[in-house]
């Protein structure tokens, strides 16, 4: 048996989930670990990819896109982890991570599922990683835009502490807890299976805990395109989970009903940026590498002048982008820059080992930029 497996759902993501599996192989190299990749008929290039970057890396390709929640399943079921970590592919995660969240958890076998600090990609603390119980109530405060009681805010971002609901981007857990629960219930297409399943296990007598010491960078976050689609899918998984968990009665049951209809006809929609494509805004670039010859395939591309540095450390002038060759640099030491140490106005993109893109985000609003050469 190995110590863990690592579950990643993908779909039409592709240099997403480039840079997560760069980020995941360092971050595991010195576990005996598997990582399993998921892909819901991806239209990308999203296999190829994987089969040509990560050899090692198991692959199902599934014909249709089936939802999030059962595509997990399907990872899970082919397993050989004692542990089980469900990983978003818009994720980077530290060198440290895996190993010190699994120490963590073989320390107390009662432990459910496992959280961690999840930031956006300009270094925003993303309060979705840690929650309370959404209770009709809390729910509906949340959708109206007081979510005092919906995020877990009695324990601070960067402290650890015991929590009812995670977030699917990143859960660590026994993969008997796992399957003890059920796994992620299949009604769920996508949103709210996180939910439902952080409640299941804290059902059968385990204890979520939420580890603010390791962080990891979630590009997206909730930032995604507020549609009809998204909202029909998002109203419907609340109506999944509260006549699954919490209806109480016919009364209070219609109540919720009519307030779910309002809210999601009434939902202001907004549209969030997508990927920029080799444009940036008038700005310093550094290039932080030991490669002549990637400034130069930079300069060209961008028609200005890169300034090529060797050290890490971010400069506190502002308007100023970075720009790390992870060939050279460690994923836990750029992590640290960007999440703790981070300069005011400065923004950050990684490429991967052995690509021709630099990935990043400028803006919390945004989905974030690729920039290809």
């Not at 320390?107 to 599922?113: C, E, S, W």
């Not at 952080?198 to 979630?218: C, D, M, P, R, W």
Request: charged content about 25%; glycine content about 6%.
């Amino acid at each position: 048996m190995k110590q863990l497996s690592i579950i990643i759902v993908n779909y039409n993501v592709a240099h997403f989930l480039v840079l997560c599996l760069d980020s995941v192989m360092d971050a595991t190299q010195h576990m005996d670990a598997e990582v399993i990749v998921v892909d819901n008929a991806s239209g990308d290039g999203s296999c190829d990819m994987v089969k040509d970057k990560f050899p090692e890396v198991q692959l199902i390709e599934n014909k249709e896109n089936v939802g999030f929640a059962k595509a997990n399943n399907q990872g899970v079921a082919i397993a050989r982890g004692e542990y089980v970590c469900i990983l978003n592919p818009d994720t980077v995660v530290g060198n440290s991570v895996f190993e010190n969240v699994y120490a963590f958890a073989k320390a107390d076998l009662k432990l459910g599922a496992i959280g961690v600090r999840l930031v956006d990609g300009t270094g925003k603390f993303l309060p979705e990683c840690k929650r309370n119980l959404p209770t009709p109530k809390v729910a509906f405060e949340k959708l109206f835009g007081n979510g005092d009681t919906y995020y877990a805010r009695e324990v601070k971002s960067d402290q650890n502490g015991k929590i009812d609901i995670l977030v699917g981007a990143f859960m660590f857990m026994r993969k008997e807890v796992y399957e003890e629960a059920g796994g992620f219930d299949e009604q769920y297409f996508m949103y709210g299976e996180d939910i439902d399943l952080s409640f299941t296990i804290k059902k059968l007598g385990y204890q979520n805990y939420y580890i603010g010491e390791e962080a990891v960078v979630h590009f997206k976050g909730e930032s995604t395109a507020k549609d009809e689609t998204y909202r029909k899918r998002f109203y419907d998984a609340m109506k999944i989970f509260y006549s699954k968990h919490l209806r109480r009665n016919a009364v209070e049951a219609l109540i919720v009903k009519a307030g779910l209809w309002y809210a999601r006809k009434f939902h202001r929609a907004t549209t969030i940026a997508g990927f920029k494509n080799n444009k940036l805004e008038p700005r310093n670039i550094y290039l932080v590498s030991i490669d002549e010859r990637l400034e130069q395939a930079i300069a060209k591309l961008l028609k200005t002048e890169i300034i090529r540095k060797r050290t890490l450390e971010a400069s506190n002038q502002k308007q100023s982008e970075y720009i790390w060759d992870m060939n050279s640099l460690r994923y836990q030491d750029c992590l640290r820059i960007l999440i703790k140490d981070r300069p005011k106005g400065v923004t950050f993109k990684f490429i991967p080992k052995n690509c021709t893109f630099a990935l990043g985000s400028n803006s919390s609003e945004g989905r974030g930029m690729i920039l290809e050469w």
